[in-house]
């Protein structure tokens, strides 16, 4: 018996016009994908939202201020814990609203409540923020005797955690800015190598009175370049973005130690 013959797919009607294919997402499951996304969703909140935007500034602004007063750990906690709750209360709203925008085409009662509640929660996060702002820094601010950089200059390790921290945000805000890339993959510049290269101006002004202080930078040094030197044989990033993010993390670290000596 002989094997049917295929037939050929029928050719599309006349001004038959082929619906376009939603595109396939990538492969899911990875720990680094997951990530990617996430940090997408904060990047596009920084940039597209003026409030997360200022919100981020006063986050900056706070943490610095809480390491220069040496603030306790349990204040210290009250602070990251009120700046967490607003940044994630704006990123909710800013969530609820392009929901809202994509499913409602006209306006409804529902969506505005939707919408209004979701500013709500932001002001009741920002407003619980400025009372541990009050209740943590009141004291400290008002003291006549108190010497602001007395916590900074009596440990190094501050102004290490402030210049990583002010790199670090730096990095992801420029990238925002340019759209080039993904936080933690690509684009202008490179953050793993301006953490690198913060790492080791740090190390090299923190170890300068020690007698052994050059051998100790040069090797800072030269792990500061092997992590340079992998983002871009693993293609990752180009020779250009390595080299401004090695001199966004140095510049930022030596502001740093100047302003905070």
């Known amino acids: 018996m002989s094997s049917p013959t295929p037939t050929a797919p029928k050719p599309p009607p006349p001004g038959h016009r082929e619906e376009p294919r939603p595109p396939r997402l990538p492969a899911q499951g990875s720990l680094r994908w997951s990530f990617t996304w996430a940090f997408e969703g904060i990047v ?72 209004d509640v979701a500013a709500g929660a932001v002001l009741v996060a920002t407003a619980n ?14 003291g006549p005797t108190h010497d602001l950089l007395h916590g900074v200059r009596r440990s190094p390790v501050h102004i290490v955690v402030i210049a990583l921290i002010l790199t670090t945000l ?67 990033h180009s020779g250009v973005e390595v080299f401004a993010g090695a001199i966004l993390g140095t510049g930022v670290t030596l502001l740093v130690f100047q302003a905070l000596p």
């Open 44 to 115: 596009y909140v920084l940039r597209t939202q003026r409030n997360m935007q200022f919100h981020v500034a006063a986050a900056v602004g706070v943490l610095v201020l809480a390491l220069v007063l040496d603030v306790s750990r349990l204040e210290m906690l009250a602070i990251v814990g009120a700046i967490a709750l607003v940044m994630i209360a704006e990123m909710v709203n800013t969530a609820v609203e392009a929901t809202v925008d994509l499913v409602a085409t006209e306006y409804h009662p529902l969506a505005k409540v939707a919408k």
């Open 170 to 236: 730096l990095s992801i805000a420029v990238k925002a800015s340019l759209g080039r890339g993904t936080p933690l993959r690509g684009g202008l510049p490179s953050g793993h190598a301006a953490a690198a290269f913060a790492g080791w101006m740090a190390i090299t002004l923190v170890t300068e009175p020690l007698n052994h202080a050059a051998l100790v930078s040069t090797l800072a040094f030269m792990m500061a370049l092997l992590v340079a030197q992998s983002r871009v044989e693993a293609g990752i």
């Open 129 to 142: 923020a400025l009372a541990v702002a009050y209740l943590v820094f009141y004291g400290a601010l008002t």
